[in-house]
C-alpha cells in the first residue's frame, strides 16, 4: 500500500494531468505519462475516455504491465476500437475530432511553445534533438495538456526553435498565424499547473502542489511567472490513484 | 530531389513493366534495383514493419548518397548513416526509440553537418507522400503553420485559400524513386496484404515509382484473389518480391514477432557509446559479416527470435 | 451550401458526444435526426450497398428540400426526387442503371426544373469528400479541366501550381450534415467493417457532421476489438445504427445478396412509362403503405429476397 | 459454329476494339463493349492485361455468363486481385498507371469530344443525360479507345456539351487547358476505325470495315471526315473470336 506523500515526480505528474480529463474526451496521447495519464483517467473517473495514438490508433485498452515501448508498436492496438493509417489518424485531429492533445515536453517558454528539434543555434545546433514527430500537429490543431519536469533550462522565455506552437509570440500571433483552433490549454508539472492570460497567452500559475511556493516555482522558471489571483493548491496523489498507476506500470517504465 | 514534371513522373511509370508477372528475387538482387543517389523512401514506422533485412542488403551493396524518408526514423536510420549508405533524412523524427532515448549516430553525423536532416511534422510527411499518390504536385494543411519547423523548409508553400481565406501550408509530393517496404504476406507477383498498423505504407508506395517489397511469406494468388478487398498494394506497384522471414529483426512486424530488445540494448549501448568506432564495430560484425541475412538472425540468436516470435503471437492473441 | 468557417465544421463535431455510447435505435428514430434543408451524403454506388431502408424512412418521415450528394446515383435517387424529399442532386452520374437506361423520373425532374441537378466528375466527388473528411477547403485535382463539366461549376476554381506551373482545379470541400451508410456489421457504438467494394463511404462518413448507420447485423463489441485493422468507420463518427437486413434491397449488399432483378424491372417498368403517377403508385404502394421494412421486404417476395441471398452467397463464394 | 460474316454490330464493335489492345496493358473499362472486348483480348492474344473498374477494382476475371451489370457491383470483384475505393482506382488514372482509358459513347465530335450529359442547350435541355460519371476523369487522364455505333446524330461536328474531353478544340487546346495526358487514340464503330490528326487533332478514318465505303461512312457523319493516306481495310471477327464472345454472353446482354 503506498502512502500519500511517497510518490515519484513522474507519477505525480501522471496523476494531476490525469486529472484535468473529463468523461467523453477523445484524447490523442503521446507515450509515457500521457498515456499513464489517460489509462489512469480512464480507469477512475472517465470510463468512456477514448485514447488516440499516433501510430493510427482509436480507443485502446491499455493492460496493465504491458505498456507499449512507443505508439507506433502492435501492443497499441490491443483490443483497439479502430487501426488506422497514421495520416488518417493526425486528420483526426485537422477534422476537430480531438478535444486534447496530450504530450510531454522537453523545452518550453512563456508563450506555450514546445522544443525537441535544437539546443542551441538551429544553424549551428549544439544538439539535434529527434524533432517533432506528431507533435506539431497535435500542437497545431488540439486544446493542449503537456506534461513535463520543471526545470530553469526546459522552462526558457523563449525556446530556441518553436517546433509544437504554443502560442506563438502571445496575443493573437497564433491565430493570425493560421491555427485558429486549439492552442495550450494547460502544463502540469513537479511543481504546479499552469494555464495560459487569456489576452497576452503568457503562461501562469493556476494551482501548486502541496508544500511548493511561488517563489520556488520562480527559481525553476527562465521566465517571470504571474500567479491566477485565485491560485489554488492541488490535492496530493490518493492511494486510489497511486495503486492504479502502480498496477499499471509495475516495472516503473515511465513512473520511475 | 528537384520534382520532376508530370509527365516524367507518368513516364517513369509507364516505362516500367507493369503486367501480371513474377518478380521474386534474392536480396542482393533486390538492393541491384537501387542506385546511388536515389530518393528511397522506407515503411514501417520507428520499431515496426521496418524493411531491415532490405536495408542491411543495400548497405552490403555499398549504396551512396541516398536520401531516406521515413515518417519516423529509428535504429534502421542509424545504420544508414553510420554505414555511409545515406547522406539525407527526410522525416518528422529521429531517435533510437522511447526506451533508449536520442540517436547518439544521429546527432553525430547531423551536428557536424555530414548529414542533412530534413524535419516535416509527421502529418506533413504523410501528405506528401499522398500527394504524391495522388499524382498532384502538392496537398493543402492546417499545422505547421507559424512554427519553426514551417520556417526551416521553404520547400512548403504558404497560401490564403480561395475559397475560405484561411492560411494554408501546401506541401509538396514526394515521389521517391523506390519505395522499401516489409509486409506480413504477399504473392509472387507483389499483391500484399498488411496487418495491423499501416503507418505511412499505402501513399508511399503509391507515391514511389516503384516498390520493393519484402514479405514474410510468399502466399499464393489464389488466396490473394479470395479476398481482394485485403490487398493493401496492387502488383503492378511492385518491381520486386523477396521472401525474408523475420524480415524486420531486431525491429517487430505485427502479429508475428516483437523486437529483439536484448539485441536492441547491446546495439544502442554500443553505438552509442562510439558513435563511428561503434557503429563500424556493429556494422562488421553483423552487416558485412554474415553471409546471408539468416546468418545475421543467427547472430541474434534463435532463443531470441523465438521469444520474439512469442511476444508477437501472444499480443496478437490477446 | 454556402460552406460553414472551420471553427463551424469543427464545432458541429465537438458539440456531439462521441463518447463510446450505444446508439441503436429504430429507423423512425434515425430519420428524425435529419432535418428538412439538409445536405445528405448517400453511401454505396449504383446498385451497390445503398442505404435503402433509411431513404425509405426518410420519405415516410416526409422530409423536404434535402441536397442528396452521391458518387453514383440509381434508383434510389427517383425514390428523393419522386417522394419531393430531395430538390437538388449533386452526383456524377444519374441513371437507373444500364440495364434499365436513363431514368425518366430524373428526366421528368431535371427537365422542369424543379430539382437541380449539379454535376462533377466521379473522382471531383471523391475528392470533395475527401477534402471534407481531411478538414481542407479543397483538394487540387487533374480532370474536369477544359470541359463543360467544369464550366458549369464555378463553385471550383482553376489555378496555377505555385510548385510546377501546372494547370489545376481546386474542389471544394463537401461535408454533408449527415450521411447514410449502410454496412454489414457493426456494433451498437457504430464501429463498422464493410466488406468488398467501399466506393467513397470512408471519406463520405468522415467528411459528414454525423452518419446514420444502418447494417445487416450488429455484432458485438469484443469482435471489432478482434480485428481492429478491419473497422473502417470509427464510432465516434456515427449517431445512429439501426438493424436492418436486407436494408439495401431491392439493391444489392457485397457477400449478401445481389439485386432483386424482378423488383428493379417491375419498377422501372412502372415508373418510366409514367415518372409522376407510376411513382406515386409505387410510393403509396411500397413506401407509405408499408407498416414497416419488413412489410416493404415482403411485398418484394420471400422467394426473390431468398434467391437474391443465394445469388450474393454464390458471388463471395465463386 | 458462326459463320463469318454472321455477327451483330455490337459484336464487331467489340472485336474491333479488342484488336487494338496490347499485352501487358493496363486498362480502364467501362461496362458493356468495353469489358467485353478487354476480356476477349485477355482470353485470346493479350493474356497479361490487367482490367480496371471504377467501381475499385483491378484485375478481375470476368467469367462467361457471369458478366457484371455495371462496374460498381460485387459480379465485377471475382476473383480479383485487388479492390479498392473508387476515388483510389481513379486516382491510379491521375498518377499515371493507365495505358488506355476505354469506354463507350454516346455523342461524339470531330475532336473526340464526348457528351453524356445534355442534348441541346444545356441552359433548357431537351433531354438530360446521365453524365460523365467516372467518364471525364478516365478522357482527362488517359490514352482512350471508345466504342460506338456509327450514326449521323451521334458524330456531330461539336457536341453540345463536352463532358468528357478528347482534343476540346482541335490543335493544343487539350494541353493547355491542364490536360498534358492522355487524349483520344481511336473510335472504333461498326463502320470502322478512327484516329486523330497529329497536328489538328481532327477525326479521320484509319481503316473502313469489309465492304464499307468511305462515302457510307461521311454519309453517318455529321463533319467532314479525312481518310489516311494508308487507310487499310479492317479483317473480319474470326470465329473463334466469335466463339469466345458468345461463351462470354451467352445472354446476349451486351451484344444483341
Known amino acids: ?256 | 530531389m528537384m520534382s520532376p514534371s508530370y509527365l516524367d513522373l507518368r513516364r517513369r511509370l509507364t516505362e516500367r513493366d507493369r503486367s501480371l508477372r513474377e518478380k521474386v528475387m534474392s536480396l542482393t538482387e533486390a538492393a541491384s534495383l537501387v542506385k546511388d543517389g536515389d530518393t528511397v523512401g522506407i515503411g514501417g514506422s520507428t520499431l515496426s514493419r521496418t524493411p531491415m533485412a532490405m536495408i542491411w542488403a543495400l548497405i552490403r551493396a555499398r549504396r551512396k548518397t541516398l536520401t531516406c524518408a521515413r515518417g519516423i526514423t529509428s535504429s534502421e536510420g542509424d545504420w544508414l548513416l553510420g554505414s555511409g549508405a545515406c547522406d539525407r533524412v527526410v522525416t518528422s523524427w529521429f531517435s533510437q526509440g522511447i526506451v533508449w532515448g536520442i540517436s547518439k549516430v544521429m546527432r553525430y553525423y547531423v551536428e557536424s553537418g555530414a548529414v542533412r536532416f530534413d524535419e516535416w511534422s509527421h502529418m506533413a510527411m504523410g501528405m506528401r507522400f499522398k500527394a504524391g499518390a495522388m499524382g498532384v504536385p502538392f496537398l493543402p494543411m492546417r499545422s505547421m503553420l507559424g512554427s519553426d519547423v514551417m520556417r526551416q523548409r521553404p520547400e512548403a508553400r504558404e497560401m490564403d485559400c480561395p475559397f475560405s481565406g484561411d492560411r494554408l501550408l501546401l506541401v509538396p509530393a514526394l515521389n521517391p524513386d523506390v519505395a522499401l517496404i516489409h509486409v506480413q504476406r504477399c504473392d509472387a507477383y507483389g499483391n500484399a496484404q498488411i496487418d495491423g498498423l499501416q503507418f505511412l505504407d499505402i501513399d508511399l508506395a503509391m507515391a514511389a515509382n516503384r516498390v520493393i517489397l519484402t514479405t514474410e511469406r510468399i502466399i499464393s494468388n489464389d488466396q490473394i484473389r479470395r479476398a481482394p478487398d485485403q490487398t493493401k498494394i496492387p502488383f503492378f506497384a511492385v518491381e520486386a518480391v523477396v521472401e525474408v522471414p523475420f524480415g524486420c529483426a531486431p525491429h517487430e512486424c505485427s502479429g508475428a514477432y516483437e523486437p529483439v530488445y536484448e539485441h536492441m540494448d547491446y546495439y544502442t549501448a554500443l553505438v552509442n557509446n562510439n558513435p563511428v568506432d561503434g557503429m563500424q564495430e556493429y556494422l562488421d560484425r553483423y552487416v558485412y559479416g554474415p553471409a546471408s541475412w539468416v546468418d545475421y538472425l543467427n547472430l541474434l540468436g534463435l532463443n531470441a527470435l523465438l521469444d520474439a516470435a512469442r511476444r508477437g503471437r501472444s499480443v496478437s492473441n490477446a
Open chain 1, 1 to 256: 500500500m503506498p502512502s500519500t506523500g511517497d510518490y515519484t515526480a513522474s507519477e505525480l505528474l501522471a496523476v494531476m494531468s490525469s486529472r484535468l480529463l473529463e468523461d467523453g474526451q477523445i484524447v490523442f496521447a503521446g507515450v509515457g505519462i500521457p498515456l499513464l495519464a489517460a489509462t489512469l483517467a480512464q480507469g477512475l473517473h472517465c470510463p468512456s475516455l477514448t485514447i488516440l495514438f499516433e501510430g493510427g490508433v482509436i480507443g485502446p485498452v491499455i493492460e496493465p504491465g504491458k505498456l507499449p515501448p512507443s505508439t507506433n508498436e502492435q501492443r497499441c492496438t490491443i483490443h483497439a476500437n479502430m487501426v488506422l493509417g497514421s495520416t488518417d489518424v493526425l486528420l483526426l485531429l485537422q477534422r476537430g475530432y480531438v478535444d486534447v492533445g496530450f504530450m510531454g515536453g522537453a523545452q518550453i517558454d512563456q508563450h506555450g511553445n514546445l522544443n525537441s528539434s535544437f539546443i542551441g543555434d538551429p544553424a549551428r545546433p549544439k544538439t539535434r534533438l529527434p524533432g517533432t514527430g506528431g507533435g506539431n500537429d497535435i500542437a497545431s490543431l488540439a486544446q493542449m495538456i503537456v506534461a513535463m519536469k520543471h526545470e530553469k533550462r526546459r522552462f526558457v522565455e523563449n525556446v530556441d526553435f518553436v517546433t509544437s506552437p504554443g502560442f506563438l509570440r502571445g496575443g493573437n500571433s497564433r491565430r493570425d498565424s493560421g491555427l485558429p483552433a486549439g492552442g495550450m490549454y494547460r502544463v502540469v508539472t513537479d511543481l504546479g499547473i499552469f494555464g495560459f492570460d487569456d489576452e497576452t497567452k503568457r503562461m501562469k500559475i493556476l494551482a501548486l502542489h502541496a508544500g511548493i511556493t511561488v517563489a520556488q516555482v520562480q527559481e525553476n522558471t527562465g521566465f517571470q511567472l504571474a500567479a491566477a489571483p485565485d491560485m489554488g493548491v492541488t490535492e496530493a496523489p490518493t492511494d486510489r490513484e497511486l495503486e492504479f498507476l502502480r498496477r499499471l506500470d509495475p516495472d516503473r517504465l515511465y513512473t520511475a
